[in-house]
C-alpha cells in the first residue's frame, strides 16, 4: 500500500488542481448546506448524459464547479467555498483560506 502525500492548498487554488485532473477522478469534501460534511468521487469532462441548454449555476463571479458525481449518477455542483479537502492525482490536499 502506497502512502499519499498531504499538502496545504489555499482556496483560490482549488479549482485549478481539479481542473488538473483532466476528467481523471477524484474525491471532494465539503460542507452542505445543512452543515454536514458530504464526501464526493467525482470527474470532470463527463458529457454522455447532457441534454443540452445552458448552465446557469457556473459563471466567472461565484466558487461554483459542475462535476459528475460517481456515487449519484448525476451532475452536482460543488462549492469550492465549503471544500475541505480535495484528493486528485495521488495527493490529498487540506484546503484552508
Known sequence: MTQRKHEVLARVHAE???NATNGKFFTAVFEKKDGTPRV?????GVTSYLQGGENKVVKPSNSYKTVYDIQAKGYRT??????QELRANGVTYKVVD
Do not use: Q
Open 16 to 18: 485549478k488542481v481539479i
Open 40 to 44: 464526493m468521487n467525482a470527474r470532470l
Open 78 to 83: 460543488l462549492n469550492l467555498g465549503t471544500l
